[in-house]
């Protein structure tokens, strides 16, 4: 049974978490319902024991298997940019791509979004996740797959918003595919061996694409 979340150490806990959204705050998170998902989200439950007293530092962490969880701003910029310009509505349906440990989707269902689904190629990190997010107990519920997210999930499309936490090398087409008109969809792409956020909005015109920033993700694995 896990004791954390009881006595002094929870208060330690919040109180990191805390500095955490203060310092995303200051490195230009604005958006409210962002910082506060995050102020809500118990992130040291999601890495390994070993590494707790870590969770709120502002880096990637290793799950295990060669995958990591995001550091915290990344996972924020991402967030928010899957939303700008549009509210937090309970009703969308969102896919994430990479479920790894299950902090992102956290984030996600700490949103309330209606529908989230988030698919993982490795087996025992979805299990993980599924614990984890089981653990930390949030309202609205994601459904976790098991499989390829490079082919998206056809039955369930479309969806608002699809967002990838690995880098695949070109935009997955039936990622694409399987985005609403009016929908938006966040990647990192792996332009020979530097990889760059994008955003791609899909409109009944076609695609616009922008790019954002850096990026550093594990790849996404291609067996298509
Ligand atoms: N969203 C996670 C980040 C996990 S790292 C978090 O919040 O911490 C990226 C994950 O993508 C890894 O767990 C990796 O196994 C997974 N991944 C890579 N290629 C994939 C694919 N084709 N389909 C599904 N998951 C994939």
Redesign the pocket.
Known sequence: MNKVGQGAGWTGFELRRARMVARLRQMGITREEVLEAMVTVPRHL?VEEALRSRAYDDMSLP?G?G????QPYT?AVMTQLLFAKRPINVNQRIL??????????AILQALKIKEIYS????RS?HERAKQNLRAVRLQSQARLVC????LGLPQQAPFDGIML??APKEVPLPLLQQLAIGGRMVLPLDEGGIQFLWVIDKTAKGFQETCVQKAL???????N
């Open positions: 999601f799950l298997l995958q990591t969880i995001s996972v994430e791509i990479g479920t790894g440990c299950g902090y992102q989707t698919i993982e190629r490795i990190l499989g390829d997210g490079y936490t690995a993700f594990v790849p996404l694995v291609n067996d």
